[in-house]
């Protein structure tokens, strides 16, 4: 039996994703959480196999849970779950350790895939996406920019973009302010922002 733990600040989804499947002979879900510290309150006392996990989690999100997940727990496998754009994010995120990424516009078919191909060890994208990324076509805009971006650059920007002060990003990642202010400085200039207010509207434009 594949356990699973479910990660998503909507309660519908946990749950729904619970009864989904409630009567598959192969998956379990193991329980649900609602933000990103909870996870590991949660694996402290539970053994899951894969984590479904939304990239907006309240507290930490998915990418630096990601981070911290592949040190404590490295034989969990994750599978970001997100309603962002899989050509803007997929990657940043198997960078960071996910074993995969689905949109949640994919049909409970492609989820049941997914989970299936990751818990035998596989890689799961999209087959569009992989097939772009085989023969080398550029995504898009958005894809294209964000391509310029490091995996701590596209999670500062997420941090920034929800509202978080230079502070409170320092503490997340764990890195100093100055390191953010660093951050800041080269995502203004790969994104071609003159100040904060046009850097996240940037990052609105790159996510619509």
């Known amino acids: 039996m594949i356990k699973l733990l479910v990660a998503d600040h909507h309660p519908i989804i946990r749950k729904g994703l619970e009864l989904l499947f409630l009567t598959s002979p192969v998956i379990q ?6 933000d990103g510290e909870s ?9 899951v196999d894969i984590l479904v996990s939304e990239i907006d989690l309240p507290k930490l ?13 490295p034989n969990v496998k994750v599978l970001i779950f997100s309603t962002h754009p899989e050509e803007v994010y997929a990657m940043s995120s ?4 996910a074993s995969g ?8 078919l492609t989820l049941r895939e997914a989970i299936l191909k990751i818990n035998q060890g596989g890689i799961y994208l999209s087959n569009d996406l992989t097939h ?9 805009r958005t894809g294209s920019v964000y ?30 302010e100055k390191t953010v202010s660093t951050y800041k400085a ?17 990052a609105k434009l790159l996510e619509s």
């Open 61 to 73: 999100n998915g990418i630096t849970a990601l981070r911290r997940l592949k040190k404590e727990y």
């Open 132 to 140: 772009r990324l085989a023969f080398g076509e550029r995504i898009n």
């Open 186 to 202: 080269r995502l203004m200039k790969k994104l071609n922002a003159s100040n904060l207010v046009d850097l996240l509207n940037q």
């Open 29 to 34: 879900v193991e329980g649900g959480v609602d």
């Open 101 to 108: 990424y689905i949109s949640k516009t994919a049909n409970i």
């Open 147 to 176: 391509k310029k971006l490091s995996t701590r650059e596209v999670e500062v920007l997420k941090l920034l973009s929800v509202g978080k002060k230079n502070k409170e990003i320092a503490q997340e990642l764990d890195i100093n």
């Open 39 to 47: 996870i590991f309150s949660f694996l402290k006392n539970n053994t």
């Open 94 to 97: 198997i960078k960071a350790g």
